[in-house]
């Protein structure tokens, strides 16, 4: 099993920039791939961003393409969540994923191991 632990949440006004980040523990090796979801009240978890650790592969969902960037910290195994130009409609829980199946997973069954959860709120 993989444990992971976000951080960087908070309050930002529409327009502004958070990092998120997620730290991996345990059986890293095995973690083929690392996502991002998240999930607003009232609604479902949904999927945002996927990183594959062999080749660097990422692919986002749409809603966030050109503003969202996930991006990895091998000797940390930490990866990142960078998001500028937020909107209130980016307000949510933010969860990280990891999975040791290859490929590029965006459904939550596509991940085994969760993270507990950041809050990320923008302000209009």
């Known amino acids: 099993q993989v444990q992971l632990v976000e951080s960087g949440g908070g309050l930002v006004q529409a327009g502004g920039s958070l990092r998120l980040s997620c730290a991996a523990s345990g059986r890293t090796f095995s973690s083929y791939r690392m996502g991002w979801f998240r999930q607003a009240p009232g609604k479902e978890r949904e999927f945002v961003a996927v990183f594959m650790w062999r080749g660097g592969i990422t692919h986002y969902t749409d809603s966030v393409k050109g503003r969202f960037t996930i991006s990895r910290d091998n000797a940390k195994n930490t990866i990142y969540l960078q998001m500028n130009s937020l909107k209130p409609e980016d307000t949510a829980v933010y969860y990280c994923?990891?999975?040791?199946?290859w490929g590029l997973g965006t459904d939550k069954a596509d991940f085994g191991s969760w993270g507990q959860g950041t809050q990320v709120t923008v302000s209009s």
């Open positions: 994923a990891a999975d040791q199946r």
